[in-house]
């Protein structure tokens, strides 16, 4: 007996799902997320793209920088993600130290996120060495996400968290990284925090998806950190960061609430409880011995 029509699964997206909104200029959502609850909630919203960034380390490791966190902890936090989505493509930040010494070092740390994880694609940051290990992850089968402007694993290096490109001849060497990522095979890139008349120069000269965070509107998509539009982390917060809530205040509304309720008694309550036969009551207490 029929119970009415089944709803269709919704199809997991594809790296040609991609190509296919760049090409009919329709803008890609990514966000990142680091747990199955946020994993949950990006699938729900419907976004394109979610990236567990390594900006875990500070989001939610609380580390005071990306550099440290490990392969092992980014391999938990990917995992949990995955278990919570279905639809959008998972792609994971190699962190620092996992992928620069060589080509083997940067296949053996891609291969084993996609096989612990299940992830769909690995990210790395910079230009220079890092273009050649793209080509080599790629060659392993493995799609590549590249990454250029502020690049967070080597803040120390360009002067901190600041704008990249800022003249014209560090702009024309933002373009070359990222036409030699794009020559590596990558599939995509990710621009931070590059000037808005930089990203429209360079973006007609790419073939690519090019999502920007702090570059401008010209990109193909945009990327925001999980904790930072939802007002959840309490750390400093770029210019380019929109916050579409304040949740760090509610949250933390909410605990005081509960825990005021905890000592003045006011929880838990009587419909927060089990209850038990009155029968068995009187059992019990006559086994006690009263």
Known sequence: MSTGPTATPARRRTFADLAAQKAAGDPIAMVTAYDYPSAQIAEAAGVDVVLVGDSGAMTVLGYDSTVPITVDEMLVLTSAVRRGLSTPLLIADLPFGSYEGSDEQAVATAQRFV???????????????????????????????????????????????????????????????????????????????????????????????????????????????????????????ARFVKRYAELRGEMIAAVTAYAEDVRSGRYPEEEHGYGMPEAEVTRLHELLGG
Not at 199 to 204: G, H, V
């Open 115 to 237: 096989k612990t994880t299940g992830c769909d694609g690995v990210k790395i940051e910079r230009g220079g060495t890092s273009v050649q290990r793209a080509r080599a992850i790629v060659a392993a089968g493995i799609p590549v996400m590249g990454h250029i402007g502020l690049t967070p694993q080597t803040a120390a290096t360009i002067g901190g968290y600041r704008s990249q490109g800022r003249t014209a001849d560090e702009a024309v060497t933002l373009l070359e990284s990222a036409r030699a990522l794009e020559e590596a095979g990558c599939f995509a890139l990710v621009f931070e925090a590059i000037p808005t008349a930089v990203t429209d120069a360079i973006m007609p000269r790419l073939s690519v998806p090019v999502i920007g965070i702090g570059a401008g509107p010209g990109t193909d998509g945009q990327v925001l950190v999980f904790h930072d539009l939802l007002g959840i982390y309490d750390g400093h917060a």
